[in-house]
């Protein structure tokens, strides 16, 4: 089975100070991963997807995220914080299988930047 | 391009209410669509999804339906709510492994 793991549920920085939000996944198969961002009563906005192609994926707002397969991890970073990153963060996987629609959520990260 | 929108941005309703939610999408034919609940310090809960009209998938059993009556709109329906309804509405579409576009959710307080 499929699965999908956010290792914190909340995460404080200091603006300009590095961020580092940690996922992990469970899959038979390779699969697709994305980063999501959600801030307060707004919609997820997609910030980057790896999709088989460079483990390396930038995305938008200076995220970057990591594709390790031996480590089965896809963590996310950004070399420095900003205040307007404060949100929550969902580590998402759409299992490569045939017949599924269904993307697998993580519990979300939420991030904190101080000031 | 291709947009979703989703309506109202917030809803408050009596119990025992009905309860009517709408999404459609531009710029794309025949998507798979989507609707999640995020309930107050809890994760995304998918509710319904649909491949194509008149398809509807039900995740959870619960107060609710869905349908798809047209290829780009997705209604989310109640009879009557109940106070448990409460949370936070997401409209979703997907293509081919793309990824989710989601609308820009709604905010609905049964009281």
């Known amino acids: 089975a499929q699965s999908v793991t956010q290792l914190d549920s909340h995460v404080s920085v200091s603006e300009g100070t590095p961020v580092l939000l940690r996922c992990n996944y469970s899959?038979?198969?390779?699969?697709?991963l994305f980063w999501y961002v959600q801030h307060p009563n707004k919609g997820l906005q997609l910030l980057l997807k790896y999709t088989s192609a460079a483990t390396l994926v930038k995305g938008i707002n200076g995220f970057e995220a990591e594709f390790k397969k031996s480590e089965t991890s896809f963590h996310l970073t950004k070399p420095s914080a900003h205040m307007s990153d404060a949100a929550e963060y969902f580590c998402v996987v759409r299992p490569v299988a045939s017949g599924t629609y269904k993307y697998i959520f993580g519990t979300g990260t939420r991030l904190k930047v101080l000031a | 391009s291709q947009t979703i929108h989703q309506w109202p941005a917030t809803l408050v309703q009596p119990v025992g209410s009905p309860l009517s939610l709408e999404c459609t999408v531009e710029?794309?034919?025949?998507?798979?669509l989507y609707w999640y609940r995020q309930a107050a310090g809890r994760g995304l809960q998918l509710l319904f999804y649909s491949v194509g009209i008149g398809q509807i998938s039900s995740e959870v059993p619960q107060n609710l339906s869905a349908s798809r009556p047209q290829d780009r709109q997705f209604i989310l329906s109640s009879k009557k709510l109940l106070l448990s309804d409460s949370g936070f509405y997401l409209c979703?579409?997907?293509?081919?492994?793309?990824?989710?576009?989601f609308g820009s959710g709604t905010r609905l307080t049964v009281v």
């Open positions: 979703a579409w997907s293509g081919q492994g793309d990824g989710y576009t």
């Open positions: 710029g794309t034919s025949n998507p798979n």
């Open positions: 899959s038979s198969y390779s699969p697709s």
